[in-house]
T-cell receptor
């Protein structure tokens, strides 16, 4: 399977702990996006990378959140000092930039529950 | 502000009939629109897209219509099948998709056998 993969699929943590999620994009894709989805809502944009460069960050991404894509391949999203409001599905998507009508393909998501 | 709106939270359709899901947008910069299908505990799966230079795009049982003047798009599924039961999200992007997606809140489609 050469789709987008995410790890872990589920994470339960206690408030105040740090968590890190990983995303492996489709191999030939140079763009990688992170979104967050809460119950009853559509996915909301958090940040995206083109190769190693982080090109845009949403105001939703507080200073407790940090994302990296060090070698332009996989990416990590870290949440420090988790809060109950961080409980959500974290989705990763990848695409090939520069194409007309670029389509983003999503991974299965990481569901985070903060107790 | 909700730039992409799906005003019907749910829709039930008889198997074999046509399902029509609607979406409205407010941002004139959007020029690329996509529909995704989502099952519980899975990521969204891409279904079909349309750019603003077209008013219709068809792929098998799925057709998307775009009315730019009304800032409205719709997804038609015909004939509807039980496996189509899922949540459908409308998404929009500027720069022909080379930017972040803005999603609606989704419509839960239930196909009744």
């Amino acid at each position: 399977d050469t789709g987008v993969s995410q790890d872990p699929r589920h994470k339960i943590t206690k408030r105040g702990q740090n968590v890190t999620f990983r995303c492996d994009p489709i191999s030939e894709h140079n763009r990688l996006y992170w979104y967050r989805q809460t119950l009853g809502q559509g996915p909301e944009f958090l940040t995206y990378f083109q190769n190693e460069a982080q090109l845009e960050k949403s105001r939703l991404l507080s200073d407790r959140f940090s994302a990296e894509r060090p070698k332009g391949s996989f990416s990590t999203l870290e949440i420090q000092r988790t809060e109950q409001g961080d409980s959500a599905m974290y989705l990763c998507a990848s695409s090939s930039a520069g194409r007309r009508q670029e389509t983003q393909y999503f991974g299965p998501g990481t569901r985070l529950l903060v107790l | 502000d909700q730039q992409v709106k799906q005003n019907s939270p749910s829709l039930s359709v008889q198997e074999g009939r046509i399902s029509i899901l609607n979406c409205d947008y407010t941002n004139s910069m959007f020029d690329y629109f996509l529909w995704y299908k989502k099952y519980p505990a899975e990521g969204p799966t891409f279904l079909i897209s349309i750019s603003s230079i077209k008013d219709k795009n068809e792929d098998g049982r799925f057709t998307v219509f775009l009315n730019k003047s009304a800032k409205h798009l719709s997804l038609h599924i015909v004939p509807s099948q039980p496996g189509d039961s899922a949540v459908y999200f409308c998404a929009a992007s500027a720069n022909f998709g080379n930017e972040k997606l803005t999603f609606g809140t989704g419509t839960r489609l239930t196909i009744i056998p």
